[in-house]
């Protein structure tokens, strides 16, 4: 890893290009100024929307003009601060941005109380009587799906006042585990006393000594233990407070209600729960074999986080991982390559870390934007690899907003890591099917196997823990730190199979697991994560349509429900074989990692030699 440099050093080629948006910050301001202004005639329209269906046509456009002109200003304050998180200006542009989100959503939240007070069967005639306002016909179903958990207007308010009487959980959960926490100190690799954090354990325990790992695990979980009852409180708290609510609107489950805001049903929670279940056994073959290859007497959970291949360093250059994205991608014909072409050439990327950058990586922007992205590319394969999908969620982006109008120019969450891992499944694939080197299958292969075990298992077993806790809440049982310890210990027990020794500390890793904060959240990562392996078969396979279902799938925007935009591609989860087929390519990835490492072995006389 390099020296990180000062931004004003860093070549401006890897720097995107925000002057797109404003040319000037005085442009921004004035831009906020006009909007400020918009959003403060919007309280306006109460009086006026249901008067008329031309009428209630204004008063939409009035407020999506407010909302895009919010998401452009806010986009460009966010992508400003993300290059410098700690630039005092660029936090002040941030802060003004978010204080129009808030007095957006002061002067607009009487929409949908006021157009739910009316019957469907009238916004039905307004179609008839103003035909400009079918356009919306869509965005208003979705709003009347919710008109039979509304209440009375009384009611309304007084759930209003009472939620913001309610402690926000999260922001709590975050700042105890992240700032107000000590974990303590470990040694590294080289003996050195390092700092344990919440965000750094990632990396000591995935590393190739076993000493760091096991070091890394005990201390981190055995301070979460003296935690237990503080954080049971904190999260028995947030529980409550989603299952009265859903309760009080007339919600059957906690879990109803989650799944009815992404339009689903439990047939898809309850498909992939019974699929993962019954297809632990290649798991299971996984850890054995990974505890045979790294040679262990005993596999530990803090094991099973350790690369099998630990000293495989490919680099690459950033024209390197341009050249190899676009030969993976070209699979998806020519139009598709040339938005890949604008994305690098028109400067959507941040490419390199700088000072005060943000980690990690995102892709951004809205309507009126490019669909930027945020990487700190270091030249590492796993670089190219986040490339190639935050390149995927742009390439959505760009497709669902220049097909559709502003209305409809989103996307559900439920399907929002499908095309970011559908490009890096074909990504490591083509590296598989094309490379010479061994040694790069075997470390390809490893990280896939990963991916597969984190997203598909892992999340899914997550996920049950999550659904026992509102369970036991909705049948007005206590949460306590040894009922919820248990539980997550016989979990672990089921997905950790036989051939790892189960860790007494396992059973306080579900205290620093965030998403549980998110209201049934997790399940969507195995279910992108399946329907992505679907269509890269179907993609592999060269199946009729294949491709041009895919790019119409990209188009739809929001348009049809989440389950039905990917039955575009014939993926239905309501379907376990959906996620059997995922479990299915996995288990495939560890026979194929198991044959191409006795190769390698005969080759070579072993792993990391």
Same mark, same amino acid.
């Given at each position: ?138 965005? /208003?179903? #979705?709003? *009347?799906?919710? %008109? +039979?958990?509304? @209440?009375?207007?009384? &009611? ?126 290649? /798991?299971? #073959?996984? *850890?054995?074999? %990974? +505890?045979?290859? @790294?040679?262990?007497? &005993? ?126 499944? /074909? ?183």
């Amino acid at each position: 890893m390099g020296k990180i440099l000062e931004r004003s050093k860093i070549d401006n080629k890897y720097k995107w290009d925000l002057l797109a948006i404003y040319k000037t910050v005085d442009e921004y301001l004035f831009d906020i100024d006009n909007t400020k202004k918009l959003i403060n005639s919007l309280s306006l329209i109460k009086d006026v929307m249901t008067k008329s269906a031309k009428d209630l046509y204004l008063s939409i456009n009035k407020i999506l003009e407010a909302e895009r002109k919010i998401d452009k200003i806010y986009t460009y304050a966010h992508l400003k601060y993300n290059e410098n998180i700690s630039d005092s200006k660029s936090i002040e542009l941030l802060d003004k941005a978010e204080n129009l989100n808030i007095l957006f959503s002061q002067n607009t939240s009487f929409f949908s109380p006021l157009l739910l007070s009316m019957d469907y069967s009238n916004i039905e005639k307004m179609y008839k009587e103003y035909e400009p306002l079918k356009e919306y016909e869509i965005f /208003l179903k #979705k709003e *009347f799906r919710y %008109k +039979k958990y509304m @209440l009375s207007e009384k &009611e309304e308010k007084l759930i209003s006042l009472l939620s913001k009487s309610f402690l926000d959980n999260e922001p709590i959960f975050n700042s105890l585990t992240d700032s107000d926490i000590d974990f303590g100190t470990i040694k590294d690799e080289n003996g050195k006393k390092v700092a344990l954090t919440n965000t750094n354990y990632s990396l000591y325990v995935k590393s190739s000594d076993r000493r760091v790992r096991r070091d890394a695990f005990i201390k981190l979980y055995g301070t979460y233990k003296r935690y237990k009852t503080s954080i049971t409180s904190l999260l028995e708290g947030e529980v409550k407070q989603n299952a009265t609510f859903k309760k009080v609107r007339g919600y059957e489950s906690s879990l109803d209600a989650a799944m009815y805001h992404d339009e689903l049903n439990k047939d898809v929670y309850n498909s992939l729960i019974t699929s993962v279940r019954d297809g632990l056994r290649p /798991l299971y #073959k996984y *850890f054995k074999l %990974k +505890k045979d290859i @790294l040679g262990l007497d &005993e596999m530990h959970v803090y094991d099973t986080y350790a690369d099998i291949i630990s000293d495989y360093n490919k680099t690459y250059s950033f024209d390197d991982a341009k050249k190899l994205i676009k030969e993976t991608l070209s699979v998806f014909g020519e139009e598709y390559l040339s938005y890949i072409d604008k994305a690098f050439n028109e400067k959507w990327i941040d490419v390199m870390p700088n000072v005060g950058k943000t980690g990690g990586a995102f892709s951004g922007g809205c309507y009126d934007t490019y669909p930027y992205i945020l990487t700190n590319f270091q030249g590492e394969f796993q670089d190219v690899s986040t490339l190639i999908h935050e390149l995927g969620h742009s390439m959505h982006s760009y497709y669902s907003r220049n097909n559709n109008p502003y209305v409809y120019s989103g996307y559900s969450i439920v399907v929002a890591e499908v095309a970011s891992t559908v490009n890096e499944l /074909l990504l490591a694939r083509y590296v598989l099917d094309n490379s010479k080197d061994i040694k790069e299958k075997l470390y390809i292969l490893d990280r896939l196997m990963n991916l597969f075990k984190a997203t598909i298992y892992r999340q899914t077993m997550y996920e049950e823990f999550e659904k026992f806790l509102y369970d036991k809440v909705e049948q007005e049982e206590t949460l306590t730190s040894d009922l919820l310890c248990d539980e997550f210990y016989k979990l672990n027990e089921l997905y950790y199979g036989d051939d790892v020794v189960l860790d007494e500390e396992i059973r306080y890793e579900w205290e620093r697991m965030p998403h549980l904060y998110y209201n049934f959240y997790m399940y969507k990562y195995a279910t992108g994560l399946s329907s992505a392996c679907q269509i890269v078969n179907q993609i592999l396979n060269k199946e009729e349509n294949a491709i041009d279902n895919y790019i119409k799938f990209l188009k739809t925007g929001s348009t049809l429900p989440p389950n039905e935009e990917l039955k575009i591609n014939g993926v239905d989860l309501t379907k376990r074989s959906v996620c059997d087929n995922a479990i299915e390519m996995f288990s495939n990835l560890v026979d194929e990692f198991e044959k191409t490492y006795n190769e390698y072995k005969k080759s070579s006389g072993g792993i990391n030699e």
